[in-house]
Structure formats: C-alpha cells, structure tokens
C-alpha cells in the first residue's frame, strides 16, 4: 500500500452527516418492512394450509 493511499478522510459537514443518517434509515426501514411482508405472507400461506388440511 502506498502512503497516498492512506489519507484521512474529512468528517461530514453537519448536513451531510444528516443525510447519510436519513439514507442509513431509509434503507433499514426498507428492510424491515419487506421482512414483515414476507412474515406475513408465511403466516398467510401456513393458515391457507392449515385450512385445507382441515377440511
């Protein structure tokens, strides 16, 4: 590794600190929200089993 290559890297400014929190966020929220519907869509397909499996 050369010496250019380590460099230190300036902090954010405030604003962008914010907005690659708010990306950070974002991208969790997507996450979690696609993780509940693919709950649900389980819990769905079970009960749609246990149904016909009943009867």
Same mark, same amino acid.
Request: no cysteine; glycine share 4%; net charge positive.
């Given at each position: 590794? %050369?010496? *250019?290559?380590?460099?230190? &890297? =300036?902090?954010?400014?405030?604003?962008? #600190?914010? &907005?690659?929190? *708010? /990306?950070? @966020? =974002?991208? #969790?929220?997507? /996450?979690? *929200? =696609?993780?509940?519907?693919?709950?649900? %869509? &389980?819990? =769905?397909? @079970? @009960?749609? &089993? #246990?149904?016909?499996? *009943?009867?």
């Amino acid at each position: 590794m %050369k010496i *250019l290559e380590i460099t230190a &890297i =300036k902090p954010p400014n405030p604003q962008q #600190a914010r &907005i690659d929190g *708010l /990306k950070r @966020q =974002k991208e #969790a929220s997507t /996450k979690a *929200l =696609k993780a509940e519907r693919d709950r649900q %869509k &389980i819990t =769905k397909a @079970q @009960q749609t &089993i #246990a149904s016909v499996r *009943l009867g």
